[in-house]
């Protein structure tokens, strides 16, 4: 059977288009997870911003916030990040409000729920440097420093006026790891702005860095 010339034209027009459509969904498929992505970034970047009443509290061994939108928060996005457990790890050693709020069993209870949080959000897999460096501060650098010189007050406190050469020796090695920390958070940010073609990072962000380092350097010296 013999086709004709314009039959044989649209045949070759189609056959053409293939790969054109192919590279279309390919590329509307990649751009959808891409935006799923970036959505599942932001869901972790407001459950980390209702946790941060709380690990400002655990950081000044100040009475615990109310818990409402923590929870509610926790409530919505658990079970697509996966840290129901480790959420309710937390609540059920949570000082309740009004009341002190720093231990070690509750701060690293915290501290395990703000990695997961991470991990389940994407957010430590963000693929852009900048981006990724603004997280390293996020979900790893700022809540160390913030344990840290919280364990590091509770040190000096316990060990009072008169502490024994032991406690000395825990005290200086838990300063040095606060104020490795707090440099931490100084090489991920200048990583984070190096990183930054439009100097957004830097912006936005270099006074609340300079601010929140002074604030750790601060605190060493009157430790």
């Known amino acids: 059977m013999k086709l004709s010339i314009r ?36 869901k972790g970047t407001t459950y980390l ?13 100040a009475p615990m916030p109310a818990s409402k939108e923590f929870a509610q928060v926790g409530e919505m996005l658990d079970p ?16 309740g409000s009004n009341e002190p709020a720093y231990s070690s069993a509750v701060s690293t209870a915290l501290l395990s729920l703000v990695a997961k949080i991470g991990d389940g959000s994407n957010l430590i897999l963000d693929p852009d440097l900048d981006s990724y460096y603004v997280m390293d ?15 590091l007050l509770d040190r000096v406190v316990r060990a009072g006026r008169s502490p024994t ?39 936005n962000l270099r006074e609340h860095v300079e601010k929140a380092v002074s604030s750790a350097e601060a605190f060493s010296r009157a430790i």
Do not use: C, W
Not at 82 to 92: I, M, V
Not at 139 to 146: A, H, Q, R, Y
């Open 137 to 151: 501060i996020q979900v790893i650098k700022l809540p160390g420093v913030l344990d840290a010189g919280a364990a």
């Open 49 to 61: 911003d209702a946790i941060a009443p709380d690990m400002r509290a655990l950081a000044a061994s």
């Open 165 to 203: 050469q032991d406690e000395r020796i825990a005290i200086l090695a838990s300063a040095g790891t606060f104020s490795g920390l707090a440099t931490g958070v100084q090489s991920s940010f200048a990583s984070a702005v190096a990183g930054n073609v439009d100097g957004l990072v830097d912006r």
């Open 7 to 42: 039959l044989r034209l649209a045949a070759v027009v189609l056959l053409s288009l293939l790969p054109v459509l192919l590279l279309g969904h390919l590329f509307v498929s990649q751009s959808q997870k891409e935006i799923n992505f970036a959505f599942k970034e932001l």
């Open 80 to 95: 697509e990040i996966g840290s129901g457990p480790l959420s309710e790890a937390y609540f059920a050693i949570r000082p």
